[in-house]
């Protein structure tokens, strides 16, 4: 991988999913060697999705943190090898006189021609009774031209009061730390948005993020600083519909702040009338080089926004929705953007694609569908994503963490009984923190013995009834077939199944070679006793899956 400085911004409640499935991206070892800029990018503080991506990094980084050292260093061919630092900022809208676009734009202030002036202008391009007065502050509910307006005025706004230090809100901190960061590394920068184009911020947010943060860094700097937009290479997920949500009635759009509310029925056309946007607009064409044009051409998936609500989620803590293939699809969008080579220097924008074999109204999903095969690029996922799947089994069903037990510490222990007690120091908290991380990544049962789907069951959920690179074993929800999981048997070619001995089992022989030739090497840049421990179960796991990489 090249040493190009990576940022990633992540916009809106799509945009927060397709971040999940990156942060699992770098879980499972795909970004050797790097230190990442991540950016939480939303009008809304409280978005269930946003919440729900922010803990999931700061786990990843407390697994990685060793003696102080907050989110750890980078590493190589291993599990959590990527450092991550996370930045969180939101668009204000709470307080008095920032609830609706009325408001925030002051209509009513000024000379009287002044503000004749500008209710005409504003009703011209704005519904006066509804869009000009619903609540920002769960997002802009597919009303883009209003949210491209905002989202670039709330950024240089935050730029201003950086400048001064008055009137600084929560967020305004992290984004001058993410802004002083690409204009550092401008030259050498490599920055990927992930949000859709058929809803509201993210899709209000794509377009202008290119020139927002080149005017918020001038802003704070009072004019001695910018960046060169044709040096910074920019990407960007071209996300069309993939999900449906209960449709609101008529007595939620009666209320004043849901008057407006996304209608989940026009998103085909929302995405349809995107693409000629990204497609003819100059401003795109000019700051961004690659665009991935990603969807879901079957029926839309419903969301699952809570069976027990009346009424639709438009933001805050309850939206919560689960993960999808198509956010998987936007990370190794990412992958392909951070790796690809750059074959020009021309700033205008490519558009991108990849199909995906599609049989009896299923899809078929194999390792280069994800990332391309070029340098072994699919062999390397399906290793690695096998790799760690196999080992949330083992912590999670052999070793019982799923229902409570100490799943990792249970095979520190198991090691120790095989003569391998260098990694006994790990405290009881370091190896819960492991346990938990695999737990959001793979399932856990609650206290109800009810079954929990991670993430990686979602994933293959939204598969169902086509191929996704494991067996369909690899994803029972039952106990005791999870208890009696031959996890060495989870890939889908036989080739790649960990040896089964004469006497003995899979699980035996994955052992033996983790014993004998899964010792941390110097390549992999290990060096607290917890990366070691991890590199040690990454060798192990990836020697028996014999990929030959």
């Known amino acids: 991988m090249n040493q190009d400085k990576l940022f990633i911004i992540a916009v809106g409640g799509t945009g927060m999913r397709c971040l999940e499935s990156f942060t ?13 800029e991540i950016l939480t990018l939303d ?84 519904e006066e009774d509804t869009v000009q007065e619903f609540n920002l502050s769960h997002g802009y509910r597919a009303q883009t031209h209003l949210g491209s307006h905002l989202m670039f005025h709330g950024i240089v706004e935050a730029a201003r009061n950086l400048a001064t230090g008055e009137n600084l809100q929560g967020g305004e901190k992290d984004l001058e730390t993410f802004l ?20 509201g911020t993210g899709a209000s947010s794509i377009p202008i993020i290119p020139n927002a943060f080149k005017k918020a860094i001038e802003v704070r700097s009072g004019d001695k600083s910018s960046i060169n937009l044709s040096k910074v290479r920019f990407g ?34 929302n995405s349809q009338a995107a693409l000629q946007f990204y497609q003819g607009d100059p401003t795109v064409q000019s700051t961004y080089n690659s665009m991935y044009h990603i969807g879901w051409p079957i029926e839309s998936k419903p969301m699952n926004t809570g069976s027990k609500e009346d009424k639709t989620i438009t933001g805050g803590a309850e939206q919560k929705n689960p993960c999808h293939i198509v956010e998987l699809l936007c990370a190794c969008a990412a992958y392909d953007f951070f790796t690809r080579k ?31 095969n070029e340098n072994k690029a699919g062999d390397v996922f399906t290793n690695r994503l096998g790799a760690f799947l ?10 019982g963490a799923a229902i409570g037990d100490k799943g990792i510490k249970g095979f520190l222990n198991q090691l120790k009984q095989n003569k391998i007690d260098k990694y006994s120091s790990l405290s009881d908290e370091e190896t819960i923190e492991i346990d938990e991380y695999l737990k959001l990544f793979a399932y856990t049962f609650d206290n109800n013995k009810n079954f929990i789907p991670g993430w990686i069951y979602q994933i293959r959920s939204t598969v169902n009834p086509g191929k996704f690179l494991f067996n369909n074993s690899a994803f029972t929800e039952n106990t005791k077939e ?68």
């Not at 999705?49 to 291993?78: C, H, M």
């Not at 009896?360 to 990332?371: E, H, L, Q, R, T």
């Not at 080992?391 to 999670?396: G, P, R, S, T, V």
Request: a neutral charge.
């Open 24 to 36: 699992h991206l770098c879980a499972i070892g795909m970004f050797d060697n790097q230190e990442i």
């Open 342 to 372: 750059v074959e020009s220097t021309e700033n205008k924008a490519e558009y991108l694609y990849r199909a995906v074999e599609f049989n009896n109204g299923a899809f078929n999903f194999d390792g280069n569908d994800m990332v391309g």
């Open 43 to 126: 009008t809304d503080q409280t978005n269930g999705n946003k919440a729900r991506v922010e803990q999931l990094i700061e786990l990843y980084n407390r697994v990685k943190t060793f003696d102080g050292k907050k989110g750890g260093s980078p590493n190589a061919d291993t599990f959590f090898s990527a450092k991550l630092n996370l930045y969180k900022f939101w668009t204000n809208y709470s307080g008095s006189g920032r609830r609706n676009y009325r408001n925030i734009s002051r209509l009513t202030e000024g000379e009287p021609s002044e503000q004749s002036q500008n209710k005409m202008l504003s009703d011209l391009f704005l």
């Open 236 to 269: 960007s997920t071209l996300l069309t519909e993939y999900f449906s949500f209960k449709k609101p009635d008529l007595k939620q759009m009666s209320t004043k702040d849901d008057s407006v509310i996304a209608d989940s029925s026009f998103f085909p056309l």
């Open 390 to 399: 196999s080992l949330a089994h083992i912590a999670l069903s052999k070793n």
């Open 180 to 199: 002083m960061k690409l204009e550092k590394s401008s030259e050498n920068a490599r920055v990927f948005v992930f949000g859709s184009v058929f809803g």
């Open 482 to 549: 999870l208890q009696n999981l031959d996890m060495g048997a989870i890939l889908l070619e036989e080739k790649n199944h960990w040896e089964k001995p004469i006497m003995g089992s899979r699980y035996d022989s994955f052992v033996k070679k983790l014993i004998n030739q899964g010792h941390p090497k110097e390549a992999q840049k290990v060096t607290t006793t917890k990366e070691e421990f991890l590199a040690h179960i990454y060798n192990g796991i990836t020697i028996s899956q014999k990929f030959g990489l």
